[in-house]
T-cell receptor, first 114, second 113 residues
């Protein structure tokens, strides 16, 4: 079983709709969760961090965490064509005290159709 | 600098050659990470430095890969006897401390022919 799993997509959403991206992880001890956006040929860019159960909102983005189900999601409201990118879920696996090892899923490719 | 800087941006080398990839982290960031990303995959963890020491090198695929950070700032990833399977984008990231989010550089695209 992979440590962080995402549906690779592609996920196609009409402009203005809500895009929903999902991620599951295997390590119950994980405490920090991140969503990165990666445009083609570019490096990952942090868009959301979430550390506790529930919702974390930032503008059009909402991250949701359910530690009991080991599930993280990202909602993008009022989707724009500029949101078309690959979205990477990342989970912090602490192996050594004071250190972090950020493990990424394979990413979900999102396309927003005008 | 304003962001994480990686050089070169592209490197083409022949199978069997030695390569060095350089990473200059954001000033003041104590934690530095190397990842490798193949096409269609998420970044794969290679090694993490806290200061000058490698705190976790569990992701290095074999002993042909080695990384250093002698003064706690710039890091160099070294690959000996390169193989075609080493072709990938090598990403460097830094963070203010071990618990802060990572900031990535633009990567070095390595092609082994």
């Amino acid at each position: 079983q992979k440590e962080v799993e995402q549906n690779s997509g592609p996920l196609s959403v009409p402009e203005g709709a809500i895009a929903s991206l999902n991620c599951t992880y295997s390590d119950r001890g994980s405490q920090s969760f991140f969503w990165y956006r990666q445009y083609s040929g570019k490096s990952p860019e942090l868009i959301m961090s979430i550390y506790s159960n529930g919702d974390q909102e930032d503008g059009r983005f909402t991250a949701q965490l359910n530690k009991a189900s080991q599930y993280v999601s990202l909602l993008i409201r009022d989707s724009q064509p500029s949101d078309s990118a690959t979205y990477l879920c990342a989970v912090n696996y602490v192996r050594v005290q004071g250190a972090q090892k950020l493990v990424f899923g394979q990413g979900t490719r999102l396309t927003i159709n005008p | 600098g304003a962001g994480v800087s990686q050089t070169p941006s592209n490197k083409v080398t022949e199978k069997g050659k030695y390569v060095e990839l350089r990473c200059d982290p954001i000033s003041g960031h104590t934690a530095l990470y190397w990842y490798r990303q193949s096409l269609g995959q998420g970044p794969e963890f290679l090694i993490y430095f806290q200061g000058t020491g490698a705190a976790d090198d569990s992701g290095l695929p074999n002993d042909r890969f080695f990384a250093v950070r002698p003064e706690g700032s710039v890091s160099t990833l070294k690959i000996q006897r390169t193989e075609r399977g080493d072709s990938a984008v090598y990403l460097c990231a830094s963070s203010l401390d071990p618990n802060s989010p990572l900031h990535f550089g633009n990567g070095t695209r390595l092609t082994v022919t």
